[in-house]
């Protein structure tokens, strides 16, 4: 059974900094392409980073960009989000996810498998 772990989110003040995890276990994920989405409350799921499954390709949202940093470690299956510069507006529900299906990057429906998501609250 596929599982998808998210941890390292918790509470933090404006200009501080997290680092997300996202552990895969049941399977080897080096050959997919995987990303971060977030919630913010009442607001739809979007779109925040991915990586190649290699890691020689990353790809930011607007918003985060020049903040935040995706990597992996296929050896360990597991994925990373460095987030820098936090601001009130970065505060949701961050889910990590593989890339098993084609499609953008960008786009959720593309993504087959989806951890239970990690909460990061930012405040002013």
């Known amino acids: 059974q596929v599982q998808l772990v998210e941890s390292g989110g918790g509470l933090v003040q404006a200009g501080g900094s997290l680092r997300l995890s996202c552990a895969a276990s049941?399977?080897?994920?080096?050959?997919?392409?995987m990303g971060w989405f977030r919630q913010a409350p009442g607001k739809e799921r979007v779109f925040v980073t991915a990586?190649?499954?290699?890691?020689?390709?990353?790809y930011y949202a607007d918003s985060v960009k020049g903040r935040f940093t995706i990597s992996r470690d296929n050896a360990k299956n597991t994925l990373y989000l460095q987030m820098n510069s936090l601001k009130p507006e970065d505060t949701a529900v961050y889910y990590c996810a593989v890339q098993g299906h084609s499609g953008t990057y960008d786009d959720g429906r593309a993504y087959n498998h989806w951890g239970q998501g990690t909460q990061v609250t930012v405040s002013s």
């Open positions: 990586i190649t499954w290699s890691g020689g390709s990353t």
């Open positions: 049941g399977r080897t994920f080096s050959n997919y392409g």
